[in-house]
């Protein structure tokens, strides 16, 4: 079962900035990386970090 990712304010805030600086991320790149990321830490109080690489760079992703 797949589970339902919701974006906050602060996130899709994020993306826009990337976005006006050249840098575009998708949502669906942000769920393809929580699902299935190349690197995942937990952060404690139940967040966690995970992370794929992307042309040279490396998308972190927090969540809970």
């Given at each position: 079962m797949i589970k339902?990712?919701?974006f906050s304010?602060?996130?899709?805030?994020?993306i826009e900035i990337l976005e006006s600086r050249g840098v575009t991320i998708s949502t669906d790149l942000i769920s393809e990386t929580i699902r299935t990321p190349s690197k995942l830490?937990?952060?404690g109080e139940g967040k966690?970090?995970?992370?794929?690489?992307?042309?040279?760079?490396?998308l972190r992703?927090?969540?809970?």
């Open positions: 339902r990712i919701e304010q602060h996130a899709l805030l994020k830490e937990a952060s966690f970090i995970c992370q794929q690489r992307l042309n040279g760079l490396v992703v927090v969540y809970q």
